[in-house]
Nanobody
């Protein structure tokens, strides 16, 4: 069974940076699109960024120019580098394969203080 484990969150001041990691078990990582998502308190989960197996990236308008998604297929790991963080980026961040039935991981909390 595929499992997703996110890490790297924390408390950071506005304008700061964090790098999140997502380790995926199983053998499907290198051949599938991987996405990052987030859920702020009282809001629905929203898509943040995705990356194809070959490294092509797409971003939500709210994070474009500030966040960078990357992946290491040899390590079954996806990353989300977050720069110029804003208070509105505060959320629990998750990774998953888009449109899959794979259970969500526990996520990693990112809190940006203003």
């Amino acid at each position: 069974q595929v499992q997703l484990v996110e890490s790297g969150g924390g408390l950071v001041q506005a304008g700061g940076s964090l790098r999140l990691s997502c380790v995926a078990s199983g053998s499907i990582f290198s051949s599938n699109v991987m996405g990052w998502y987030r859920q702020a308190p009282g809001k629905q989960r929203e898509w943040v960024a995705r990356i194809t197996p070959s490294g092509r990236t797409t971003y939500a308008d709210s994070v474009k120019g500030r966040f960078t998604i990357s992946r290491d297929n040899a390590r079954n790991t996806a990353y989300l580098r977050m720069d110029s963080l804003k208070s509105e980026d505060t959320a629990v961040y998750y990774c998953n394969y888009p449109f899959s039935q794979i259970p969500w991981g526990q996520g990693t909390q990112v809190t940006v203080s203003s």
